[in-house]
């Protein structure tokens, strides 16, 4: 049934047809496998990282952190015990300041009683209220 204008399909132009076939699905499946693996390795950040930004610091308790930390010389109350009363220590110095005396020592109290930057932030800026 295969007249002049028609173009008679034979077995090589079938094999060739599904080589194109499967050299694509290949391709595109080979895609899809090093994509896979790369997620599995290199998750997607999310929040602020995925824009570019830092991750939000987390809430410090500055008044737990010296409970913890700071009263069993300063009192619990900040009255004093073996150092020195801070009740009003925010209307003698800074929050810079206290910052500085919490990370270098000074006097009878040994540097390095905190150690994280934001924790020795938040607890100079809670006693720098104290007024």
């Known amino acids: 049934m295969a007249g002049p204008n028609k173009k008679d399909m034979n077995q090589n132009d079938v094999i060739d047809s599904a080589k194109a ?63 020195p009363n801070l009740t009003k220590v925010g209307s003698k110095y800074s929050a810079d300041e206290i910052a500085n005396i919490i990370k270098n020592g000074r006097g009878g109290m040994p540097p390095g009683m905190l150690k994280k930057g934001d924790e020795i932030k938040a607890v100079a800026q809670w006693l720098s209220e104290h007024k």
């Open 21 to 83: 076939f499967f050299t694509s699905f290949g391709i595109l499946f080979l895609v899809f496998l090093i994509a896979l693996v790369g997620s599995i390795y290199f998750p997607p950040k999310s929040g602020e990282e995925a824009a570019g930004g830092a991750t939000a610091p987390a809430k410090v308790d500055a008044a737990a952190l010296f409970k913890a930390n700071c009263s069993s010389c300063h009192g619990q109350n900040l009255e004093g015990i073996v150092g």
